[in-house]
């Protein structure tokens, strides 16, 4: 692969996993792999599936879900240009824990296991970064499962809104924060934890009080105090 231009760089460097890497490491770690390119509404993998890769995202929106066994999703996170995907199997040679679905076509690089372990080995204080990566991932997991057990539809479906906002959001003029995912009721249900109606009946409530509004698809969040203010009345 050719050499990494300086935007990707800075890019990949916000993201935790990277963030270690010097410039020639990230030279190096990427000389070793492929690009692809995934086309909208197509699964890059599947829960369950072996998996000996990981995929770096350098443009488009991926979904990372789970599946019950009976068919439920429920949407970890929706991931976005220097993010990670698959770092698990590539690592311990198991089973996909979660499938991969393309919202919106997709670049990423590909890099197998055969080709990173010898890298780490090498790096092994880059070892250490990537534990501290699964960590949080671990954290945000046990978060997320304590919001399904214990909170309502409306904190549990703000505190939603405010992770999507913090990952994709953008300020605008005027303070409004845009999320730039395009998502339907259902992706964003799935994601909080809730039916897509009770997500269809809490937004309609939210934007009659000017919390937010729904752009092209975008929501724009007008309030953010008053969606913090919905999660601490909850826990209080």
């Not at 240009?81 to 679905?101: C, K, S, V």
């Not at 010898?118 to 499962?145: G, N, W, Y």
């Not at 409530?205 to 937010?212: A, K, S, V």
């Amino acid at each position: 692969m050719s050499q990494l231009n300086d935007s990707l760089k800075y890019e990949l460097k916000k993201n935790v996993f990277f963030s270690a890497y010097s410039d020639q490491e990230l030279e190096d770690l990427f000389s070793l792999a492929r690009t692809v390119t995934f086309k909208s509404r197509k699964e890059i993998f599947g829960q369950g599936d072996q998996g000996d890769s990981m995929f770096i995202l350098l443009s488009g929106r991926v979904k990372i879900s789970t599946f019950s066994t009976t068919g439920k999703e429920t949407v970890l996170s929706f991931l976005g240009p220097g993010d990670i995907l698959g770092e698990i199997a590539l690592l311990d040679e198991g089973p996909r824990t979660a499938a991969a679905h393309v919202l919106e076509e997709t670049r990423a690089l590909q890099l197998h296991r055969k080709d990173f372990l010898p890298f780490i080995e090498k790096h092994p204080r880059i070892a250490l970064q990537i534990i501290s990566v699964l960590c949080q991932r671990l954290r945000r997991t046990d978060m997320f499962v304590e919001e399904v057990v214990t909170m309502q539809a409306a904190p549990r479906l703000a505190r939603a809104l405010i992770r999507l906002a913090d990952s994709h959001g953008k300020e605008e003029e005027g303070g409004n924060i845009r999320i730039h995912l395009k998502l339907s009721q259902g992706n964003l249900g799935a994601h909080a934890g809730l039916m897509r109606e009770n997500v269809n009946r809490q937004l309609k409530i939210w934007e009659e009080g000017g919390i937010l509004s729904n752009e092209n698809g975008m929501i724009i969040l007008h309030d953010i105090a008053m969606l913090e203010e919905v999660i601490a009345e909850a826990a209080s």
